[in-house]
């Protein structure tokens, strides 16, 4: 299966799972369930915040145009009511006007190429700094106060430090780039 590529501003391509990662990141959703099927990935997410199961399905349109339409729309309707899921976000490269309306009448989030939610900088940094003690703690046994703490050569404390020269500097997709990073490493952890 191929891995949908969205172009992003400053030259950074991102694939769609990335975005999902990101989107999850950023609204604090837990993961509870990953399913593959032959269209696509369902990540069954909790909402930390207000408990609802939340439904977020990847498309990878299997054309070449790359349009996820009305009826995949209509397909993850019947899996939210089927699943009992409060809320759901679509995931796609591009999206035909009838899907758009679809997801519009249904309270469905979209995300394309050509629209991913904006994120306030001091949030994605707030989130950042959060994976980073996260991975301090679960590394080291402890958040380090000082650089002095952190033993030899830490790639979490390389990735923290690009993090805050990224912020000062407003440079947006390259904090999106770092969280996946931080995203990336704690996926390796838990797997180990």
């Known amino acids: ?3 949908t590529k969205f172009h992003k501003k400053g030259g950074i391509n991102v694939s769609i799972k990335d975005e ?4 999850m990141a950023m609204r604090n959703y837990s993961c509870e369930d990953r399913e593959k099927w032959d269209e696509g990935i369902d ?5 930390t915040a207000s408990n609802e199961k939340v ?10 145009s790359g349009y996820v339409g009305i009826d995949t729309v ?3 309707l019947e ?3 089927k699943e009992d899921y409060d809320k759901g976000v679509l995931f796609g490269k591009r999206f035909t006007d009838a899907a758009k309306h679809e997801l519009m009448q249904n309270d469905i989030q979209r995300i394309s190429e050509g629209y991913m939610p904006t994120f306030k900088p ?3 940094y707030l989130r950042i700094n959060q994976y980073v003690n996260d991975l301090c703690k679960e590394k080291c046994g402890k958040i380090p106060e000082k650089e002095s703490d952190c033993k030899g050569d830490c790639r979490i404390r390389i990735i923290s430090d690009n993090a805050s020269f990224h912020f000062e500097q407003g440079w947006i997709n390259l904090m999106k780039k770092d969280l996946k990073q931080l995203l990336a490493l704690n996926g390796s952890k838990k797997s180990d």
């Open 20 to 23: 999902a990662e990101l989107f």
């Open 122 to 124: 001091e949030r994605l």
């Open 55 to 64: 439904l977020l399905r990847i498309v990878e349109s299997k054309s070449k």
């Open 74 to 76: 209509r397909k993850m």
């Open 1 to 3: 299966m191929s891995s």
């Open 43 to 47: 990540i069954t997410a909790l909402d």
């Open 79 to 81: 899996a939210m009511e």
